[in-house]
């Protein structure tokens, strides 16, 4: 469960070890948003995917 702008989204967690990388997941919204997590290095990057365009 992750909470974004006060609403509590139940989420489905998705690890990657080897990219260092953490997908939540919100069915219920079809999968949006998406909240990323991702270390590179010594930096910590916090995205929230609101949006996206499906490509040709």
Known sequence: MIEINGEKLQ???IEC???????????????LPVL???T???SR???TLTDYQELP
Not at 17 to 31: D, G, M, P
Request: glycine share 4%; hydrophobic share 35%.
């Open 11 to 13: 989420t489905i967690k």
């Open 17 to 31: 070890a080897e990219l260092r990388l953490t997908l939540n997941l919100s069915e219920k919204h079809n999968y």
């Open 36 to 38: 990323i997590r991702k």
């Open 40 to 42: 590179n290095g010594n």
């Open 45 to 47: 990057f916090h995205l």
